[in-house]
């Protein structure tokens, strides 16, 4: 692996100082992403692409999330200590890297085999031991449910039944819906009895399409 120079860590302290000016304000998320660096998620020539606020293509025609989304869906996801979190979307690692980060319990689900493998052996390198399946997020993983927390980091076209089932009550999922890609609503649901959700929005976003289902 490469280093994480002070060169590096200085790109991502200002890299985070943009995202404050973005209405990035949880000190916690900030600090998970401080830890992370997110250059070693990138192969060496592209490296210097890892602390603009962009997304970057990764394999099997998926993206590494722009950090201003990834810090976004962690503030809105509220995460606490030991929290148990589902993401769904493993992708390249990064935003289960800063999850950990946060001191939650996460399990994390990716559909591709070869993004599934890559970031397995990513997060080990970094000593991080989320659970880390290969299979369709739609699901979810029912055997480990109620999750404290749920993240999507791929757009649905509707909230999956299966994944709110799946919530606890007092629980948040922050998710991006639409029927477009390229312009997705970020949503956030608290799950506030077994049979009443509260929604509300918090912007638009571009992200890759769930995959799995029918």
């Known amino acids: 692996m490469n280093l994480d120079t002070y060169k590096h860590q200085g790109l991502r302290r200002k890299l985070l100082e943009e995202l404050k000016t973005k209405g990035i304000t949880d000190q916690a998320v900030l600090q998970a992403m401080m830890a992370v660096p997110r250059h070693l998620f990138f192969t060496k020539e592209f490296e210097h692409f890892a602390y603009e606020d962009k997304a970057f ?38 935003q289960c890297a800063v999850l950990c980060g946060l001191s939650a319990n996460v399990f ?60 606890s009550v007092g629980g948040i999922m922050v998710i991006p819906v639409g029927k477009n890609n390229e312009d997705l609503e970020m949503l956030k649901l608290i799950r506030v009895s077994e049979t009443k959700f509260e929604q509300s929005t918090h912007g ?7 995959l799995g289902g029918n």
């Open 57 to 94: 293509p990764i394999e099997a025609g998926q993206t590494i999330s722009q950090p201003f989304t990834v810090a976004m869906q962690s503030q809105l996801l509220e995460v606490g200590q030991y929290h148990k979190v589902l993401e769904i979307g493993t992708g390249s690692g990064y």
């Open 108 to 167: 994390s689900i990716e559909f591709h085999k070869v993004l599934h493998q890559t970031a397995a052996k990513m997060l080990k390198g970094f000593g991080l031991k989320p659970t880390l399946l290969c299979g369709d997020g739609n699901k979810g993983l029912p055997a480990e449910a109620p999750y404290d927390r749920i993240m999507l980091t791929c757009g649905a076209a509707e909230i999956p039944k299966s994944l709110m089932s799946q919530l």
């Open 204 to 210: 638009r976003f571009r992200f890759v399409p769930l």
